[in-house]
Each structure stands twice: as C-alpha cells, then as structure tokens.
C-alpha cells in the first residue's frame, strides 16, 4: 500500500518561503533525500537506487535533516530559539559533561 499525501489547500507564501530557505541550509544529499522521500514521494529503497546509496544511509540522512528542519522551521515560524526555551536540554545536548 502506498502512502500519498493530500493537500487541502496550499501553504501561505510565506510559509513555503521559509521552507525553501531552511532547505537551502541542509547539505545536498540530505536535502535530495527530503525533496525525494517528503516531496515525490519516492520510498526509501527508490531513493537509495536514485542516489546510489544505501536505504539505511536514506534513513539516516532523513532522520538528521527533519530533526535540523524541525528545529530551524520552529525557531523561524514561531519566532522563538528551542535553546532559550529549554537551556538544559541545549547545554545536554553540546555534550558537555558534568562532574
């Protein structure tokens, strides 16, 4: 069974400006793999086949770029940095150790 999105309608201007740009920050075979998996709706085999890589290098390289794309476009459509609203969490994060 294959998965196909619907649309009721189409995003604001200024939401698929900031899309596009947070894109635009991802590597190039990281934003391949989202605009093949996410936009043409290529499975994870087909977009390894196309980018003649492995399907687990494509679940890898989704994974970290809907979590950079997730952090970016929440910071830019609501105004608001995840560090300065979780700091614990942000210093966790940089691997910094304690004791």
Do not use: F, I
């Not at 190039?28 to 399907?55: F, H, I, K, M, N």
């Amino acid at each position: 069974m294959t998965w196909h999105r619907t649309r009721s309608s189409p995003p604001a201007p200024e939401t698929r400006t900031v899309v596009l740009g947070v894109l635009a920050t991802l590597p190039p075979r990281a934003r391949a793999v989202v605009v093949l998996r996410y936009w043409e709706d290529l499975s994870v085999d087909q977009t390894a086949v196309v980018l003649g890589c492995s399907p687990g290098n494509v679940k890898s390289l989704a994974a970290g770029a809907l979590g950079k794309l997730r952090v970016v476009l929440d910071e830019a459509l609501t105004g608001c940095d995840p560090a300065e609203s979780h700091p614990e969490e942000h210093h966790e994060a940089k691997g910094t150790q304690h004791g």
